[in-house]
C-alpha cells in the first residue's frame, strides 16, 4: 500500500470513528437500547483501532524513508569521492584498453561495441544504442573475440580486468581481518 493509500484509509477511519461518536452521543440522548450503544461503540473502537494503527504504520514508514534517503545520500557521496580518487587511474586505463583494441586490429564499431560489452551491456542494449540490429552487434561482439582469440564477454572481461582484483587468497585474508 503507498502513502497516498494510507492515508485516503486514515481519513476513512477518522471519519467513520467520527461520525460513530456523534451516533452514540446522540441515541444516548434518545434511551436507545444499551446492546444497541455496545454494538456502535464497539465498532467505534474498531475503527479507532485501525485509525492508530494505519498512523503507526505511516510513521514507520515516513522514519525508514528518511533513513533510506539518508542512506542513499551517504552513498552517493562515496560514490563521488571514490570517482575523484580514481579519476586519473580509470583515465589511463582506458586509455589502454583502447590501445590494446586498437591493437587487435578492431574497427572503430568494434571498439565501440567492445567497449559497451565492457560496461555490461547486453547484445540487445547495444544495437539499441548504436541503431543497429541485436544481429549486427552479435557478429561484432564475434569479431571482436575472434580477432582477440578470446572466447567470449568472459574472456574479455577477464583480459582486462583480472589483473585489477586481489588473488583469491589475498581476497580471503583481508575478509578475515
Known amino acids: 500500500m503507498n502513502l497516498r ?3 485516503i484509509l486514515l481519513a476513512t477511519l477518522v471519519l467513520i470513528t467520527t461520525i460513530i461518536a456523534v451516533d452514540l452521543i446522540t441515541d444516548s440522548g434518545q434511551g436507545v437500547a444499551f446492546w444497541h450503544l455496545l454494538t456502535e461503540g464497539a465498532a467505534g473502537l474498531l475503527a479507532l483501532g485501525g485509525t ?21 545520500a551517504t552513498l552517493k557521496v562515496e560514490a563521488e569521492l571514490w570517482q575523484e580518487r580514481s579519476k ?16 587487435w ?5 568494434e571498439r565501440e561495441v567492445a567497449f559497451l560489452l565492457l560496461k555490461g551491456l547486453s547484445l540487445k ?9 541485436e544481429k549486427t552487434a552479435r557478429v561484432q561482439s564475434m569479431a571482436i573475440y575472434s580477432k582477440a582469440g578470446l572466447t567470449g564477454r568472459s574472456e574479455l572481461s577477464a583480459f582486462f580486468l583480472e589483473d585489477l ?5 589475498s581476497f580471503r585474508e583481508n575478509q578475515s581481518n
Open 105 to 109: 586490429n578492431l574497427t572503430p564499431a
Open 52 to 72: 492508530f494503527f494505519i498512523l503507526k504504520d505511516l510513521i514507520r514508514v515516513r522514519s525508514d524513508l528518511r533513513q533510506e534517503r539518508k542512506l542513499s
Open 125 to 133: 542494449e547495444i544495437a539499441r544504442l548504436r541503431g543497429t540490429t
Open 165 to 169: 582484483l586481489p588473488a583469491k587468497s
Open 5 to 7: 493509500d494510507h492515508i
Open 88 to 103: 586519473s587511474y580509470l583515465e589511463g586505463l582506458s586509455k589502454l584498453i583502447e590501445q590494446q583494441l586498437t591493437d
